[in-house]
């Protein structure tokens, strides 16, 4: 339950290895959250857990012993589908979160491209939070645009991540959130949604149907207790990012938590990290095609 | 019965959650509602006047106990009134002055239930004499999860009895409570007022000169720093007798009128109030304030209920409403509430007059608030970012001096201070067990503070 000053009590972020949802997760539980879900793909740990519904210490300690196993997996998956997602260390992650103040740390597995395996999902997350204060879907993948133009399977199974499992766990947590009478909904969408770019317009074409998703979502679920937030960063340095020239207005995961955390207290709808990029895209959006078919990036 | 969906939140105006919300017209609709509540469980609500989510029920049901029938029963001879878990204090003083009876104790407005003022044990400014709410009740009606209606006694049932009063409707649904009233000869008190310069000053004032009056209660002045930190204005009274009012007044002594008064705007800007604004509206009320005066007969209204003559004030905190804060700190710690007042001076926060008052013995309820000692409650915007941090580190200088927070004024606190500040909540949560064994008895407060049935928080979600 969010209370009068929007400090939470549970998280459930989807996308657990995510570095700008880790940070959400990490920056709400410093506020006051004490119980956390992290669902993430494909890990032995995250099996282990579920079967068992232990806690978190027993996770920490099986996160350590399937490490070796998780990666191997999670790379040899990641270069099939010819995206490189980025990667924090479970293990790591459970511990900074304790560090942070968590009482429990949990993980389960989460495919956001097999739809039908999300009610699972959300089923374990209750099961091992009680009610659900925040939802952070946070998953995605960047890609590498010249290789998905290359690869339309490839560009199909990216936009399928980014855009499609989304729509199935924002209607997830919709209803999740509907029952319960409470609760947010955190989408993180992107700038690369608001106007898309030649550089990325795969990214950005399913970043902007998400986008559309979740305000329409915001809409259906006005009145209902429950909320949904959309939060549109700009360039955000993460392994994700690693290599790319940073944008003007780069920012960090920590900034981007911070954003949302100062979103949750006032109820906001749509937060920009970092806030001037409001204003530039206000003005990048009516540059006539030509000139922004030409931008650099 | 309609039931219908709505977003509620408290006074404070924070936090809104979803529920369905039935208003019963009798008792045995209650009893039914009772019977299979569902699975996000059941909470009473009176009049929303608690300033958090002790009132509220996400996704379950609230059972909205105004439309109750309005039944009150004075002996004029004994003073004992039974009146409905949905009347309010209001009606009930209505009803009562005019024979010569005044309700044993009232909190700072007239805007509550008899059933919220039972469940939230309140207390008003006779504490230091005449303790609060559930030391006046005689006898209580619940109707328990599954429907049955039961009478209990501080002597039938002293378990439940105790853990319903300050039980904040976990227990079950206040239908009705015996309580006994006090004699007044007329509708005024007869007040003091005097001004202090500090706080040091004020507490010395309140030890020395409590005893003599029966109300006391002091306002003082948080954004005032410096040597003037904590400075106020004291107001003591007793209930006027018929020879002390003006002529005029006495052909009527006990009339008691009190007019709609004043509405706030439904609306109000962000951050109208801020520093600044209250800063200055403190200065004027305490310049205002007479440097000390005497024997002013003063209506009842006036001198209880000074806020009640702007409704819908909360209003002008605009969207994001407010937080109150309220503690209490035991007689000997005194060190910890100049700490308080110290930091809440110097965080620079928009603080209203805040109230500070002495308390006296408490009652034998588990979850009763007061105690013994100093309470201070405040009013702050929640829009403020600061006040996470600020209340927490209140949390821990309040638990740490053997006080408390008082739950119908929260809306904020989690649920790891809740046992230090209330070392008898186990005593309380076996008597709501035996009371309620499924724990369908829930609120957004008793999530938060996991106050369910089963202990751990975790089984809020049934569903």
Sequence with gaps: MKNALGTVATVLLLGGRSEIGLAITARLVRDGARRVVLAQRDTDTARADTARADTARADTARADTAQGETAQADTAQGDAAGVHTARADVTQAVAALKEAGADEVHTIPFDAADPGGHAAVFRAARERLGDVDVVVAAFGVLGDQAAIERDPRAAARAATVNFTGHVSTGLHAAGLLRAQGHGTLVVLSSVAGVRVRRSNFAYGAAKAGLDAFAHGLADALAGSGARVMVVRPGFVRTRMTEGQPPAPFATTPEQVAGAVAEGLRLDRLTVWVPAPLKVLFAGLRTIPRPLWRRLPR | ?463
């Design chain 2, 1 to 463: 019965m309609e039931i219908a969906q709505a977003l509620l939140t408290g006074f404070g105006r924070t936090a809104p959650t979803r529920a369905s919300v039935a208003r019963p017209r009798s008792v045995h609709e209650v009893a039914e509602l009772l019977a299979a509540p569902g699975a996000r469980g059941v909470i009473a609500r009176g009049l929303g006047s608690s300033y958090g989510d002790a009132a509220q029920c996400a996704g379950g049901l609230v059972i909205d106990c105004t439309g109750l029938p309005p039944f009150m029963n004075l002996d004029r001879k004994t003073g004992l009134c039974a009146a409905g878990g949905g009347v309010t204090l209001d009606a009930l003083m209505r009803a009562l002055l005019p024979h010569g009876w005044f309700v044993p104790v009232t909190p700072g407005t007239r805007r509550v239930t008899v059933g919220g003022a039972v469940a939230a044990d309140v207390h008003g400014k006779n504490h230091h004499v005449d303790g609060s709410m559930g030391h006046h009740v005689r006898s209580l009606t619940l109707v328990l999860p599954g429907g049955e209606v039961r009478t209990v006694t501080p002597d039938s049932d002293p378990a439940l009895f105790w853990a319903t009063v300050g039980g904040m409707g976990l227990t079950g649904v206040i239908t009705e409570a015996v309580v006994q009233c006090v004699p007044v000869e007329t509708s005024y008190v007869c007040a003091d007022t005097e001004r202090t310069r500090d706080l040091d000053h004020m507490l010395e004032v309140m030890a020395a000169t409590d005893a003599h009056h029966r109300y006391s209660v002091a306002w003082i002045d948080l954004t005032a720093r410096g040597r003037a930190t904590g400075r106020g204005v004291l107001t003591r009274g007793r209930h006027a007798r018929r020879d002390e009012l003006p002529r005029r007044a006495r052909k009527d002594p006990l009339a008691f009128a009190p007019g709609r008064g004043l509405r706030a705007p439904g609306w109000a800007p962000p951050r109208l109030l801020n520093r600044l604004t209250v800063g200055a509206f403190n200065e004027a009320w305490y310049r205002k304030a007479p440097r000390l005066r005497r024997n002013e007969i003063q209506g009842i209204g006036a001198f209880f209920h000074p806020l009640d003559g702007v409704r819908g004030w909360n209003a002008l905190y605009g969207p994001r409403g407010l937080v109150q804060y309220q503690f209490v700190v035991p007689f000997g710690a005194e060190e910890a509430l100049r700490e308080a007042v110290a930091r809440l001076s110097g965080a620079g926060v928009a603080s209203f007059l805040a109230v500070l008052k002495r308390f006296g013995p408490g009652n034998p309820a588990p979850m009763s608030f007061p105690m013994p000692g100093w309470t201070l409650a405040l009013d702050l915007p929640a829009g403020d970012p600061r006040l996470g941090r600020l209340f927490a580190g209140l949390d821990e200088l309040v638990a740490g001096a053997g006080g408390r927070v008082y739950l119908a004024k929260d809306s904020r606190m989690p649920a790891s201070v809740l046992a230090r500040m209330y070392p008898r909540l186990p005593e309380w949560n076996a008597a709501r067990r035996a009371a309620d064994p499924d724990g369908l008895l829930v609120s957004d407060l008793a999530r938060r503070l996991a106050l369910s049935g089963r202990g751990t928080g975790h089984e809020g979600v049934l569903s």
